[in-house]
């Protein structure tokens, strides 16, 4: 038998082979040069490790690298979570999964300017990182439970856990994990701002106009030889929908949005004015969930939250509003994660509450103390866009019917990511979660009791243990037995009402090659093996 320390290790150098680009007869050969014009994001903070903001872990990665990546090209799917390595070359476990060593990549080094000055990366800047996303990041506990880090030399890094942790390297590989430079902060005092954005990505940050754009141009002391293919991306701050497809449709823009996502209702047009553009349908990892404060009345009754439940029509919201193209039950384990989710029909009682019954829910609402119905405030940021509007709107819609009156409550950005996105808010919540490439992302956050993405306030002493055990299991086998009753459990006492989600569709400029959708917020490592057809 291969030692487990010597396993890890030679899968990463298998994946290492699996990651080089391959020039395919589809995708042409690799060109190097080109500007890609993208519509993107502006960041609240640049700060990666303070916030749960996507756009920031978006803008990141063009810059900051993490110790391990995903795979990424035309050939890949969406979910394909396969593990690359990055700043990291190898990560060792012990036999009791405690230890974790980690050998890094040699001749990795920061950009050339101050205050880091082309200096090389050592094991002192993955210590000062982990350590600092542990004391920072809303994401820490998907680091597990971390109790030391050593540097016994300057390419290696030991990680003590207090116990074993099966997301440990997966974690590794997200934007919000990213390997930083302790001389910015040190000179800068924090990272919010633009220019502590420097790293040893395969981009550099050219220039950031708030609200405009930011350019990134590559990186000329890349450790990936020949990568980035493109020279720079522009990353185009629209917020507009209308906008952003105008200037796509008329090929002022290379990619529509950060995931380059087109509107649904506009694929059938959009078909007809640019018939040479692929349009792709893809599953999304996010879920979408009404989030009920179950300390407090009346949600702390679970005939009230099961009564919202067999509100939702979920099969006429699919077929009817998603035309067909979404997934009815999506959460708490989305449906592209196919290795961990129940069927519905799994579920035991918990399979009760998905099913549209009018007539259970007015009565368990009556039995609750509300045969007249009851008002409920539900925050919300109508930024996500007009589909996330709709989509609550239908909610709305599906819950008055059977007597609960939704009072939506639109929120700034600042306001819902510091507060209703991490649970702070009086009654109700809606949106979409963030994306996990691990299925502990959606268990522990949304489930353990006192964590920062527990949005319900969830405290269930049975629940607990259950997410606590599965972390500790390396068998895939016995892990994915107490998944399942971790989501049999949480279907029958409904914690949160997850809505249907829409199938993405995106599209892309005909000359954008290698692209594909990712399921990640890492657009670094994505668009580092993109190039452009000049032809």
């Not at 082309?118 to 920072?136: H, M, N, Q, T, W």
């Not at 950060?258 to 599953?283: L, M, Q």
């Not at 969930?289 to 679970?302: E, G, I, K, Q, W």
Request: proline share 7%; charged share 25%.
């Amino acid at each position: 038998m291969i030692p487990r320390r010597r396993f890890l290790a030679v899968t990463a150098g298998a994946v290492a082979a699996a990651a080089a680009p391959r020039r395919s007869r589809a995708q042409g050969r690799p060109l190097r040069g080109g500007v890609l014009k993208q519509i993107g994001l502006d960041p609240p903070t640049f700060d990666v490790h303070a916030t749960t903001s996507y756009e920031t872990q978006l803008v990141s990665s063009f810059v900051h690298r993490t110790l391990f990546k995903f795979v990424n090209g035309a050939r890949y799917g969406p979910s394909d979570f396969t593990l690359a390595p990055d700043l990291a070359l190898t990560a060792g476990v012990s036999a009791d999964g405690r230890t974790y060593t980690i050998t890094l990549r040699p001749g990795v080094r920061w950009e050339s300017r101050p205050p880091v000055n082309g200096r090389e990366l050592v094991a002192a800047d993955v210590k000062y990182s982990i350590e600092r996303a542990l004391r920072k990041s809303p994401y820490a506990s998907l680091l597990g439970p971390v109790e030391q880090i050593d540097t016994p030399d300057p390419r290696t890094v030991r990680v003590h856990l207090a116990d074993s942790f099966a997301p440990f390297v997966h974690s590794l590989a997200e934007p919000w994990s990213a390997i930083l430079p302790p001389e910015v902060e040190d000179r800068l005092g924090d990272l919010k701002a633009a220019e502590s954005l420097i790293g040893c990505g395969p981009f550099v940050l050219e220039r950031y106009e708030a609200g405009v754009k930011a350019v990134f141009s590559r990186n000329p002391t890349y450790h990936a030889r020949g990568l980035p293919y493109l020279d720079k991306v522009e990353w185009l701050f629209i917020k507009d929908r209308s906008t952003q497809l105008a200037l796509f449709r008329a090929g002022q823009v290379d990619v529509p949005y950060h995931d380059a996502r087109i509107p649904r209702s506009e694929v059938g047009a959009f078909k007809k004015t640019n018939p040479g553009y692929p349009v792709v349908f893809w599953d999304w990892l996010a879920v979408r969930s009404l989030a009920m404060r179950t300390d407090r009345a009346p949600f702390n009754d679970v005939r009230v939250r099961r009564a919202l439940s067999l509100a939702v029509d979920r099969k006429k919201w699919v077929a009817e509003h998603l035309d067909g193209e979404g997934t009815e039950d999506q959460g708490p384990v989305p449906s592209s994660m196919r290795q961990w989710k129940l069927a519905a029909r799994q579920l035991g009682e918990g399979a009760r509450y998905l099913e549209h019954d009018p007539a259970l829910a007015r009565k368990l609402l009556a039995e609750a103390g509300f045969p007249a119905g009851l008002k409920i405030k539900c925050t919300n940021w109508p930024g996500y866009g007009p589909e996330y509007v709709d989509d609550l709107e239908l909610l709305a819609g599906n819950l008055r019917r059977v007597g609960v009156e939704l009072q939506i409550v639109n929120e700034e950005y600042g306001q819902y990511i510091r507060g209703s996105f991490l649970g702070r808010f009086d009654e109700a919540s809606w949106g979409p979660s963030s994306i996990f490439t691990e299925v502990d992302g959606y268990l522990y956050g949304f489930f353990r009791s006192g964590q920062a993405g527990n949005r319900s306030h969830v405290a269930d002493t049975q629940l607990d243990v259950m997410l606590e055990a599965q972390r500790r299991l390396t068998s895939t086998s016995s892990r994915k037995t107490i998944i399942d009753d971790i989501q049999r459990r949480a279907a029958a006492q409904v914690y949160y009402v997850y809505t249907p989600c829409p199938r993405n569709v995106s599209s892309w400029a005909p000359r954008v090659r290698n692209y594909g959708p990712k399921n990640s917020f890492d657009r670094g490592a994505q668009l580092e093996v993109v190039w452009l057809d000049q032809g």
